[in-house]
Structures are given as C-alpha cells and as structure tokens.
C-alpha cells in the first residue's frame, strides 16, 4: 500500500509538473483540475515544445531552441538503415521521458518514401501518452492539384495522444482527415515583405490556382499593390495548342513579382508567364515560390525574362539545390515558421 501511495503521489506530481511548464504564467485567470485538487495557471498558454527532426532540419530545431532560451528542448534521431534495406530509428526519450509533453516534429517530405521513414518516428513520439504532437510539414507531397494529400492520410493513421494531431504546412491543400488537423498557413507575410523591401508595385499569378492559394492572405497581409492573373488558354483553331493569356490586371510600366505555391518538376511555364507580361509592358518580372523541389528544371528560370528567382527554404535539400549565381536567391521562412507554431 506504501508503495502504490508513493507511486501515486510521483505520479501525480510529474503530471502537475509538466501541465506547469507547458503553462508560462503571465497573471491568473484559469484554473484546471488534477486528481482531487485545482490549481490556478495562466488566462494565456504558451506552449513548451520538446522538438524532434527529420534528416536536414536539425539545425532549424536547434535555432528554434536558441531562439527561446530555457522554453523548449531538443531531443536527437538517429536515422539509419539495416542491411536488408529497412529503417533502423532509434528516438531518444520516446516513452515514459516525454510523457504528457507537447511535441514538435520538424517533417521534411517530398515523397512517400520520406514519408514512411519518418512516420516510424511519428508513430513512436505518438504512443508514448504524450499530451499532444505539432508536425510542421511546410510542404505536403500530393497536395498540387488540390488532391488529398497521401501523406496527410498517412499521418492520420498515427497512434492517438491527448489532442487531435496538428499539421502546420504552408501554401497547399489537405483534406481534412480523422484524428489530424489541418492547419495550413500562407507564405504571404514573407511575400510582402519582399515586396516592400525590393519596391515591387505589382504582384501576378500564373494561374488560377495560385491566385485562390495567395490573393486573400496577401490582402489581409497588407499588400494594396496592383494584381495581374494570367491562365492558360486552348488555341481555337489548334486544340492541341494553348497560350498564356492575361485575364485581369495589366503588368504596363510595374515591376512584378510573379508568384507560385508549388514547382515540382517543371519550371517551364513560369518563363513562359514571365515572357508574356514582358511583352505586355512589364519593366521587370521576378518570381517568388514557396516550394521548388530540389530535383526540377532550374535552368528553365535562367532566361532573360526573368530578373530574379526568389524561393523558400522549406525543404533542406532545396539550398543546395538551387543554381550558384545572382539571379537565384534563398528566402528564410524559418521566422515565419516559428511565429505559426
């Protein structure tokens, strides 16, 4: 009986323990209840992450844990392969050291492969009774055309915790699945910001698909500048044949920042964009993407109507990636990543 009274008062005080530091105290104003007694926290939450990575995000853990001195906590993967081929993952503090904790995976996907091999991980931080579990994925494969994602399928078959899965991503489109939720963030902030800090007047989409994705967020970022949408339009003559068109807005004396969510593998349309809004007046054409993949047609971008190629850091392979000169630029989403978390 000594025993199971120490065991329960153990218990109950690590459980009161971490509740408290997921609680930073900023005056009084709620209470919740533990065992038989309440104890008063703070009217606002902030939350203290113990954060995990994928292969390449690392050290955007790490900065986040910089960031915040004495808030959150990193804890390594070791990622590894078998003989046969198989994943060989080991998760430090997968169990009873992060139990009822609030856990931060950084994902970095691009493919179903990538996927499976970090949903081992995922699936481990989730059976281990932890109170709940973020996975900043800032690109979800699959989510192009608007499909389901398969990734975010996959991450909805992860064992249960205390609170439905977050997944934070960034300019794509998810399907609401059962036990994760969906919460997908916009690029724009970033966006305007280098429109304010470059003096472009004006900001186009390629498509009708990158007009729904931004057009909103950016207004309510602030962007007051002059929109140019463009599409592609089948040749009445020639079926087989289509021209990009543009549909609303005119590009005549702006410099335009030309915007896309997502490039997987094929650069090539947005030259042809960008030539079209030359030929209709534009004094300059860059192009801002939240995700190009590290395996596309870089080079497609490297044309004379094209000033400058702007492109997140979502993806840690995409750095090195991206062509060694002038015209190609990395932009840091980092910042706005740790604001959404």
């Known amino acids: 009986a000594t025993v199971s009274v120490l065991y329960w008062v153990s218990y109950q005080s690590k459980m009161f323990t971490s509740a ?4 930073v105290a900023l005056g009084f104003g709620s209470a919740f209840a533990l065992g038989s007694g309440v104890y008063m926290v703070s009217a606002k939450e902030k939350r203290q992450y113990v954060i995990y990575a994928a292969p390449g995000m690392e050290e955007v853990a790490l900065k986040l844990v910089r960031k915040e001195p004495g808030v959150h906590r990193y804890m390594p993967i070791t990622w590894g392969k078998a003989a046969d081929g198989s994943d060989r993952v080991k998760v430090t503090g997968a169990g009873n050291e992060i139990l009822d904790e609030d856990v931060l995976f950084l994902a970095a996907f691009t493919d179903s492969e990538s996927v499976m091999t970090q949903y081992t991980a995922m699936s481990a931080l989730a059976a281990s009774a932890v109170n709940s579990m973020t996975v900043v994925a800032p690109y979800m494969p699959g989510t192009v055309s608007g499909d389901a994602s398969i990734a975010a399928q996959i991450l909805s078959s992860l064992p249960q915790c205390g609170k439905p899965h977050r997944i934070l991503t960034y300019d794509t489109s998810i399907a ?3 036990g994760a939720k969906a919460d997908v963030r916009s690029a724009a902030p970033v966006i305007y910001s280098l429109m304010k800090e470059k003096k472009f ?9 990158s007009a729904s994705v931004y057009r909103d967020a950016m207004r309510v970022a602030g962007s007051k500048y002059q929109i140019v949408r463009c599409d592609r339009k089948s040749d009445p003559v020639i079926e087989a044949k289509t ?20 490039l997987e593998n094929n650069c090539a349309p947005l030259a042809e964009v960008s030539e079209k809004l030359m030929s209709q007046g534009a004094l300059s054409v860059s ?29 840690p392979a995409t750095k090195a990636a991206v062509p060694k000169n002038q015209k190609f630029e990395v932009i840091d989403i980092h910042e706005q990543m740790f604001r959404d978390i």
């Open 201 to 209: 007047n004006c900001v186009a989409f390629a498509d009708g698909n």
């Open 176 to 178: 609401a699945t059962p």
């Open 287 to 315: 192009v801002f993407c939240t995700h190009i993949l590290p395996k596309n047609n870089w080079e497609a971008l490297n044309t004379g109507s094209i000033s400058k190629v702007y492109v997140t850091n979502s993806h």
């Open 243 to 262: 021209t990009i068109e543009v549909l609303e807005g005119s590009p005549k004396g702006m410099h335009v920042l030309l915007v896309n969510p997502v």
């Open 20 to 23: 408290v530091r997921r609680r």
